[in-house]
């Protein structure tokens, strides 16, 4: 599947302030779900690295009305970007079908507002904060790393009363991580999906690409589609993408090489 990032904020890092006017953001919304979008999901904090908090109050308004225009327009699963419990609160009431935590429900209260409800979470691994996250990050094994954190959150969901099969783990790419730890933890997928949960990878327009290709923000659409097939081949589940109609037909060309793979090896 593919989600369609929806950044109602003054200053995300590709598309900051773009759809800050609510109908440019629902028109935004309408033609990623016409390109194949598979779930929308609605940002009110930019987590970029260098990006500052937002208070509660200001991100329940960019957030709340739009996905109740989204849901109630469109036929789309909605997902909001949040780390805040009481807009997970108001975006279960508001008809959201995922939270997506890039703190992974660790804020006091978090867990519980997620289990009070019935919607579908993703745990991300993030190392330090976004103002401060890209200084120094370090780690002695990356992978190994970021499965034991995801593995020690979704223990504390699991706890909490949140079914397993609500939970996607998603490794964070960038959040806190060199252009070499993100390739270890792409390289590494496979050990990530070993944990048993299914995995969202959000890899569209980052930094990688500009460390890796020395190309501007504007310049990394090639770069981003070939890292989410990659990423679709090795088995996530939902890709997170700026680009829909390109990311949805790399998604496809993963998916039926995958089915054409499983035939192989059943020996048809
Ligand atoms: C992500 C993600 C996210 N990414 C999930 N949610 C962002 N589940 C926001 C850079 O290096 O991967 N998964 N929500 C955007 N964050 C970043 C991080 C943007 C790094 C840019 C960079 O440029």
Redesign the pocket.
Known sequence: MVMGVLNVTPDS?SDGGCYVDPGLAMARAKEMVDEGADIIDI?GES???GAPAVPAAEELERVIPLLREIHDTLEVMVSV?TSKPEVMRAAVSAGAGMI?D?RALRAPGAIEAVADSSVQV?L?HMQGEPRTMQDNPRYSNVVAEVGDFLVARATACLAAGIGRERIFF?P????GKTLAHNLELMAGLDKLLELGFPL?V?VSR???FGALLEREVDERLAGSVAMAAIAAWSGASII?AHDIAQTKDAVRVAAALRGARQKTRNGA
């Open positions: 890092f940002g987590t970029r690295p970007d997506n890039v993703c991300m998603d964070g790419f960038g959040f969202l959000g980052k930094s990688m997170r």
